[in-house]
T-cell receptor, first 112, second 110 residues
């Protein structure tokens, strides 16, 4: 099983719908991140969390919300999806200190 | 604010050496990561530098100069499977955010 699991892997939804992307990890890491990736724009940070009670906005948080239900789970919600939120979304986790981030396999979201 | 620059695309020949540069300007610096990402897949960790100098790991090496806000990733003995995007990321001091550059797409030709 993957250390960082994202569900769903692919999703097509309609404009205005609420959608939740889920991320769970078995690595025991305290830090979790949500990124979106668009062609030519790289990975952009949406939200990040250091523990259940510590959630922070990233560079592009407008239109998104998150929930850290447990140390192992970090969900990203689009309250009212719009077409320019069509992107590849990645969840990542890392431990504190000089450690690398581990990524989930990504969720490809299409808003029509 | 944060700004990380990398070339958009590079090409190279199998067996050759290629250097991918990354320059950064951040409000606080606490380490630089290099990741490899094949199309449609998750990024995977390649290297980490927090002090000036060269870190070597097999065919891959990464260099950092903090005073110049500059890093490079050196790939030796290129193989076809090295065709991928290479992402430079900076860990921001005091916030522990990981900020990524736009990535460099490398194509290796026979």
């Amino acid at each position: 099983d993957a250390d960082v699991t994202q569900t769903p892997r692919n999703r097509i939804t309609k404009t205005g719908k609420r959608i939740m992307l889920e991320c769970s990890q078995t690595k025991g890491h305290d830090r979790m991140y949500w990124y979106r990736q668009d062609p030519g724009l790289g990975l952009r940070l949406i939200y990040y969390s250091f523990d259940v009670k510590d959630i922070n906005k990233g560079e592009i948080s407008d239109g998104y919300s998150v929930s850290r239900q447990a140390q192992a789970k970090f969900s990203l919600s689009l309250e009212s999806a719009i077409p320019n939120q069509t992107a590849l979304y990645f969840c990542a986790t890392r431990d504190g200190g000089d450690t690398e981030a581990f990524f989930g396999q990504g969720t490809r979201l299409t808003v029509v | 604010g944060q700004n990380i620059d990398q070339p958009t695309e590079m090409t190279a020949t199998e067996g050759a050496i290629v250097q991918i540069n990354c320059t950064y300007q951040t409000s606080g610096f606490n380490g630089l990561f290099w990741y490899q990402q094949h199309a449609g897949e998750a990024p995977t960790f390649l290297s980490y530098n927090v002090l000036d100098g060269l870190e070597e790991k097999g065919r891959f090496s990464s260099f950092l100069s903090r005073s110049k806000g500059y890093s490079y990733l050196l790939l030796k003995e290129l193989q076809m499977k090295d065709s991928a995007s290479y992402l430079c990321a900076v860990r921001v001091y005091n916030t522990d955010k990981l900020i990524f550059g736009t990535g460099t797409r490398l194509q290796v030709f026979p």
